[in-house]
């Protein structure tokens, strides 16, 4: 390892220790905001409304977080979402009584629109920062210490609410944020694919990522307009690989099969013991985090053994696993049966989520950005619209039969998108055999194997 690509390493693993650090105050509220808004309200409408919001915010931001990127510097996007983060979580705290309603969906908004803003600027990021050739190991290096961090939160997120109170968890997730920010601004990072894009055609080197206020002044209906251009052109590659975009849209329909457990373990929770809800919620959802950490770690010795991905039969096949387990989770079984279904739902997510977002990373790095924007729209408005849904019917129907349905329709797509990646590897072997070029079937350059049928050119 050159000394370039370790000193890179190293400035990833600062930036992945701030996140996961805001993970951990992220996955702490998440049992607290949602047992809250329940206690307050004793309706499951109110939380998939709090839900909806959130992720309608992040939604709308999806939409435009590629012209946003266009124009701003990832450390900069990434830094003022922390912040924004930060200061809602303290206007949970301080605000009076009388806008206590209000200021729970204005923070919901802003969590929903910052925490999209960010993670579209993190992932479009990552292939710069750690090279082309390491990003297997940067998602799968990202999601195993949020996962660990989601163990920390979950694990604690019954003590803290339960023996120190709701703003105790606030306050402790405002300054998990604070951290973040402070590493995000310490850390020498490159700017996104738009940006180097723009001063390579530019003739300007910019190593630093330190940019060019006064020109970006004189440019900014420009650079708007190639903002746009680019998210057409975003679109139309996913569009250009059917693969791919099939699994965009079948990320969106998990993303609603998400918004059914997530809405409904609260529910489940507080019937299976109405004095001490956060018990089976945290548990559940520890248990479920570690699966994850154990997924990456397999990931890692597998992308460094083989030099290959996991694929996108291993994103479908995950997906299928991943919403079993969430249905069988809801019904009924013993906690030593609960847990194991909680530890392989864990991994099926943690295999699925780096497959998807290594996938999207083999864009072109001028479309990167935007793709990641596209595919956030696509996740907040399969779960946004999913909370409306699911929230309205867990008052009528069981936390089982809801979420059986919601995670139903993911099992139906994930099926119809496995179907296609086997038909283009059968006719990819075919075509090869009729050519009698390359041997060895489908397997190809190892290096160039992770794209698995879903490819798009330039990537």
């Given at each position: 390892?050159?000394?370039?690509?370790?000193?890179?390493?190293?400035?990833?693993?600062?930036?992945?220790?701030?996140?996961?650090?805001?993970?951990?105050?992220?996955?702490?509220?998440?049992?607290?905001?949602?047992?809250?808004?329940?206690?307050?309200?004793?309706?499951?409408?109110?939380?998939?409304?709090?839900?909806?919001?959130?992720?309608?915010?992040?939604?709308?931001?999806?939409?435009?977080?590629?012209?946003?990127?266009?124009?701003?510097?990832?450390?900069?996007?990434?830094?003022?979402?922390?912040?924004?983060?930060?200061?809602?979580?303290?206007?949970?705290?301080?605000?009076?009584?009388?806008?206590?309603?209000?200021?729970?969906?204005?923070?919901?908004?802003?969590?929903?629109?910052?925490?999209?803003?960010?993670?579209?600027?993190?992932?479009?990021?990552?292939?710069?920062?750690?090279?082309?050739?390491?990003?297997?190991?940067?998602?799968?290096?990202?999601?195993?210490?949020?996962?660990?961090?989601?163990?920390?939160?979950?694990?604690?997120?019954?003590?803290?609410?339960?023996?120190?109170?709701?703003?105790?968890?606030?306050?402790?997730?405002?300054?998990?944020?604070?951290?973040?920010?402070?590493?995000?601004?310490?850390?020498?990072?490159?700017?996104?694919?738009?940006?180097?894009?723009?001063?390579?055609?530019?003739?300007?080197?910019?190593?630093?990522?330190?940019?060019?206020?006064?020109?970006?002044?004189?440019?900014?209906?420009?650079?708007?307009?190639?903002?746009?251009?680019?998210?057409?052109?975003?679109?139309a590659a996913l569009g250009a690989a059917p693969a791919l975009l099939l699994m965009v849209a079948l990320r969106g329909v998990d993303a609603l099969g998400s918004s059914s457990h997530n809405a409904a373990l609260p529910v489940y929770s507080t019937r299976l013991d109405a004095d001490s809800p956060a018990v089976f919620v945290s548990v559940f959802w520890c248990v479920w985090a570690i699966g994850n950490v154990l997924a990456q770690q397999v990931l890692r010795r597998y992308a460094k053994r083989t030099e290959r991905a996991v694929g996108s039969l291993g994103f479908g096949l995950g997906t299928i696993v991943m919403?079993?387990?969430?249905?069988?989770?809801?019904?009924?079984?013993?906690?030593?049966?609960?847990?194991?279904?909680?530890?392989?739902?864990?991994?099926?997510?943690?295999?699925?989520?780096?497959?998807?977002?290594?996938?999207?990373?083999?864009?072109?790095?001028?479309?990167?950005?935007?793709?990641?924007?596209?595919?956030?729209?696509?996740?907040?408005?399969?779960?946004?619209?999913?909370?409306?849904?699911?929230?309205?019917?867990?008052?009528?129907?069981?936390?089982?039969?809801?979420?059986?349905?919601?995670?139903?329709?993911?099992?139906?797509?994930?099926?119809?998108?496995?179907?296609?990646?086997?038909?283009?590897?059968?006719?990819?072997?075919?075509?090869?055999?009729?050519?009698?070029?390359?041997?060895?079937?489908?397997?190809?350059?190892?290096?160039?194997?992770?794209?698995?049928?879903?490819?798009?050119?330039?990537?």
């Open positions: 390892m050159t000394s370039g690509t370790a000193l890179k390493e190293r400035r990833y693993r600062i930036l992945v220790a701030g996140y996961a650090i805001s993970s951990y105050g992220t996955f702490l509220n998440l049992v607290a905001l949602n047992l809250y808004v329940y206690a307050v309200t004793n309706r499951a409408l109110a939380v998939g409304a709090f839900m909806t919001v959130r992720f309608a915010a992040g939604f709308l931001t999806g939409l435009v977080a590629g012209p946003l990127l266009a124009r701003w510097s990832a450390k900069g996007a990434m830094l003022w979402a922390n912040l924004l983060q930060a200061a809602a979580m303290l206007l949970l705290v301080v605000v009076p009584d009388e806008y206590h309603t209000a200021s729970l969906f204005t923070v919901s908004a802003v969590v929903g629109a910052a925490g999209t803003l960010f993670m579209v600027a993190f992932r479009s990021s990552i292939p710069h920062m750690v090279g082309e050739g390491r990003t297997t190991w940067a998602n799968s290096l990202m999601v195993s210490w949020r996962s660990m961090a989601m163990v920390a939160g979950f694990a604690s997120s019954g003590v803290v609410v339960s023996l120190m109170g709701y703003t105790a968890a606030f306050l402790a997730d405002m300054g998990t944020f604070l951290v973040c920010a402070l590493t995000v601004a310490l850390l020498p990072m490159a700017r996104d694919a738009a940006d180097a894009t723009a001063d390579g055609a530019n003739g300007k080197g910019d190593p630093e990522g330190k940019g060019d206020p006064e020109g970006a002044e004189g440019t900014q209906g420009t650079q708007g307009a190639k903002g746009r251009i680019r998210s057409s052109a975003a679109l919403s079993a387990t969430f249905i069988l989770a809801f019904a009924g079984f013993p906690w030593v049966a609960t847990i194991v279904i909680a530890l392989l739902a864990g991994a099926a997510d943690g295999v699925t989520e780096v497959s998807y977002t290594s996938h999207l990373q083999t864009l072109p790095g001028d479309l990167r950005t935007h793709a990641f924007g596209l595919s956030a729209t696509v996740e907040n408005l399969g779960f946004g619209v999913g909370m409306i849904v699911v929230a309205t019917a867990l008052d009528a129907f069981t936390p089982l039969s809801v979420v059986a349905v919601a995670h139903g329709a993911a099992i139906v797509v994930a099926l119809v998108f496995v179907a296609q990646v086997l038909w283009q590897r059968n006719a990819s072997r075919k075509a090869t055999a009729d050519s009698g070029e390359g041997g060895n079937g489908d397997a190809g350059p190892a290096r160039g194997s992770h794209r698995d049928g879903a490819e798009v050119s330039g990537g």
